[in-house]
């Protein structure tokens, strides 16, 4: 069978950077591709080719035998090819079965909107997917898991030959993620040919039948993953073998720096209380809405709690909005870094210095030079790649923007640090250098709280593991005596009768 898709000679280049070069490969029926390569290696920008967001400036895309050339997203979803962006490109005003439909609602003999058409074809695209929401939620009531599972809905939507993912799981819970590897069992089974970009190998190793690695923009392997280790992956895409796991640092914990009592909202967490000690690190671990990120949402004062309190070194703390947190030496990198944390039209060195501006003031100017030595030593440690430090955030790819919101809370220099979900979207390289930092600050004397679903992470650098479910803390392990079969029953609340 011929392939459904075919790249032919495709390259990119965008002022100052080569995002792809010469680049060749094709999807068969039935198979899904994964592509691989670190962060900045281009595959976002295949992505955005093949949906008619870029065109390559170099080469050709044949569907079936037909060369096609996409000068929108409408030509290329009208030839086949849905995508599930990295970014999020979806309508927080609208509701979830508009946001579905958007460009091919259905319509009635008269011409209009077939609005309860739409809503039954949507009600049953989110049951196939298990989705816990209507079509009828506006998206901006949603979490950002429930938005990608608006997404995936969306693909799934149409009757697509090739199926793009670009990090579809980056956002997902072990239960959705066992969901979404449903769908595209089934996807394939339907002989459709589904490209899976993530930096995530358990995830490659179950669910690719082939590969294809690039590295700064050119295709440096592809074969069947049958054929391939973990390792050969990894070295193929960094061109250089790497420690995946750091060693924990041996740390001593000092007083306690945080002390959280009795912390509640309304609807998304109860009754939370822990300490949190100088160089420590504490973990969070729990399902996608157990409460962990809201929590910390409060703690940094985007949100108000109905109860609770919060000392910080053993005074009281009355925290209204994120200025105060930041006041008081509470920083807070966000796990939606879209909405959150980044702002895309500023540069990398804009950013990075946002919540510490005042400290580069001097004789009342910002001094550049001050401000330069922060952001260059950040970007060095993150490994932040950019062509330079005034490159606007959002020509960066998502890996990279995702580092700089890291580099820009740890220029505030704070007390108490809350990294939520650190190392969503980061590649193996890079990931291994975040881990390494987390334990230099907590060396250093900072007290960190690190909220992760990710287990590895979690049970390779936090001391002490606070497990959420529901919106409470079901249990609190201490290093040396858990396991991941306990952590993982706590957080399903398996373990609650026991
Ligand atoms: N609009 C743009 N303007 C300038 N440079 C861009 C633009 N889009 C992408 N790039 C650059 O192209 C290169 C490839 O980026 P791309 O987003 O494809 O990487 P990626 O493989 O998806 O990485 P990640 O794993 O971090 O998502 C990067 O150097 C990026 O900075
Ligand atoms: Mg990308």
């Known amino acids: 069978m011929p392939p459904v898709l075919t790249l032919s000679n495709i390259s990119k280049s965008f002022p100052g950077v080569r995002a792809l070069h010469d680049v060749s490969f094709a999807l068969n029926a039935g198979e899904v591709t994964a592509l691989i390569g670190e962060n900045g290696a281009g595959k976002s920008t295949i992505v955005k080719i093949l949906t008619g967001i870029y065109v390559p400036d170099e080469g050709e895309v044949h569907v079936g035998a037909t060369p096609r050339s996409f000068s929108s997203p409408r030509d290329s979803w009208a030839a086949g090819i849905a995508a599930i962006h990295q970014e999020t490109v979806m309508f927080d005003e609208l509701s979830v079965a508009e ?134 992956l990894v070295s193929l895409m960094v061109g250089r073998p790497i420690d995946q796991v750091f060693p924990k640092r041996d740390i001593a914990i000092g007083g306690t720096v945080l002390k959280v009592e009795g912390l509640s909202n309304a609807t998304e967490f109860t009754d939370v209380s822990f300490e949190l000690r100088r160089g420590e690190i504490l973990g969070f671990y729990g399902l996608v809405g157990a409460g962990r990120s809201e929590a910390m949402q409060c703690l940094f004062g985007m949100t108000r709690a109905s109860k609770g309190s919060v000392t910080l070194n053993g005074q009281p703390l009355r925290i209204a909005s994120p200025g105060d947190a930041i006041g008081a030496g509470i920083s807070y990198v966000p796990e939606d870094r879209q909405e959150q944390g980044a702002v895309l039209p500023l ?118 593991v606070v497990v959420m479910q529901e919106g409470r803390i079901a249990e609190v392990f201490t290093r040396g005596s858990w396991s991941a079969e306990e952590i993982v029953a706590a957080a399903t609340g398996a373990r609650k009768a026991a």
């Open 99 to 232: 946001n579905i439909f958007m460009g091919h609602m259905p319509v009635s003999a008269s011409g209009l909107v077939d609005w309860p058409q739409m809503r039954r074809r949507a009600t049953e695209l989110l049951k196939r997917i298990d989705a816990d929401f209507g079509p009828d939620a506006l998206l901006k009531q949603l979490s950002v898991a429930q938005k990608h599972m608006v997404e995936i809905t969306r693909a799934l939507s149409h009757e697509a030959s090739v199926i793009i993912m670009d990090e579809p799981t980056a956002a997902l819970s072990r239960n959705e993620i066992d969901d979404l590897f449903r769908i595209i069992a089934q996807l394939k089974a339907e002989g459709r040919a589904v490209i899976f970009i993530s930096h995530k190998f358990d995830e490659i190793f179950r669910v690719a039948d082939a590969f294809v690695c690039l590295r700064d923009g050119e295709k440096v392997g592809a074969g069947k993953i049958a054929d391939v280790t973990e390792a050969k």
């Open 347 to 464: 540069g990398i060195r804009e950013n990075i210095t946002l919540a510490s501006i005042t400290s580069h003031v001097k004789n009342l100017f910002v001094s550049r030079p001050s401000e330069l030595l922060d952001v260059r030593m950040l970007g060095k440690r993150l490994d932040v790649r950019a062509a330079h430090w005034e490159q606007r955030l959002g020509e960066l790819s998502g890996g990279n923007q995702q580092k700089v919101v890291i580099a820009k809370w740890l220029a505030a220099k704070p007390k108490v640090i809350i990294l939520d979900e650190p190392t969503k979207g980061i590649d193996v390289g890079s990931k291994a250098a975040v881990h390494d930092f987390i334990g230099e600050l907590a060396e250093e004397g900072l007290a960190v709280i690190l909220v992760s679903s990710e287990l590895p992470e979690i049970m390779g650098l936090a001391d002490r």
